[in-house]
T-cell receptor, first 113, second 113 residues
């Protein structure tokens, strides 16, 4: 079945470090891909998305590129801040069930000052 | 309020009891979703409403779980004869469209003793 695999956390970085959180997927057809973020004490919120191969989603300095050849959607940021500390979820939807988000298990990021 | 509102934020109950969890979506959002998030896992789909009807309830784990949305706005997730394995955070989300861009509430944490 369709699934998303994320790197396990926690990921601990110093402020201004470069961030990569790996995400790979298995899906029939051509899914749309998403990154959601959950800040402490808040609900999940959409960070960025990409709907077709080679699309790059970006928001708040974060970027992810939809790589069909490697079935990946890795999240990157060039310089993290303490305020980026949160749990990040990679997710997909398929054309067969465009309302049903399938999430990875999440990666906790801790940024130290 | 402007966001998705869920009540209660925390619920502790005893095994075998009945529980109701409420979700008040963003005004004007016709699509409403329930997800369940166990510790250390990503959210898992339970049910999807389009308007008043449940368009897909395939994620409900068994017949002890039921959800309604009688007027196409507020939804209630009902769990009968609760079991310890039902302990989790129950997330509600709403959206204008079905394209994976969901707005989540902060969740209702259910603990079954």
């Amino acid at each position: 079945g369709d699934s998303v695999t994320q790197m396990e956390g926690p990921v601990t970085l110093s402020e201004e470090a470069f961030l990569t959180i790996n995400c790979t997927y298995t899906a029939t057809g051509y899914p749309s891909l998403f990154w959601y973020v959950q800040y402490p004490g808040e609900g999940l919120q959409l960070l960025l998305k990409a709907t077709k191969a080679d699309d790059k989603g970006s928001n708040k300095g974060f970027e992810a590129t939809y790589r069909k050849e490697t079935t990946s959607f890795h999240l990157e940021k060039g310089s993290v801040q303490v305020s980026d500390s949160a749990v990040y979820f990679c997710a997909l939807i398929t054309m067969d069930s465009s309302y049903k988000l399938i999430f990875g298990s999440g990666t906790r990021l801790l940024v130290r000052p | 309020g402007a966001g998705v509102s869920q009540t209660p934020s925390n619920k502790v109950t005893e095994k075998g009891k009945y529980v109701e969890l409420r979700c008040d979506p963003i005004s004007g959002h016709t699509a409403l979703y329930w997800y369940r998030q166990s510790l250390g896992q990503g959210p898992e789909f339970l049910i999807y409403f389009q308007g008043t009807g449940a368009a897909d309830d395939s994620g409900l784990p068994n017949d002890r779980f039921f959800a309604v949305r009688p007027e196409g706005s507020v939804s209630t997730l009902k769990i009968q004869r609760t079991e310890r394995g039902d302990s989790a955070v129950y997330l509600c989300a709403s959206s204008r469209q079905e394209a994976g861009e969901l707005f989540f509430g902060e969740g209702s944490r259910l603990t079954v003793l």
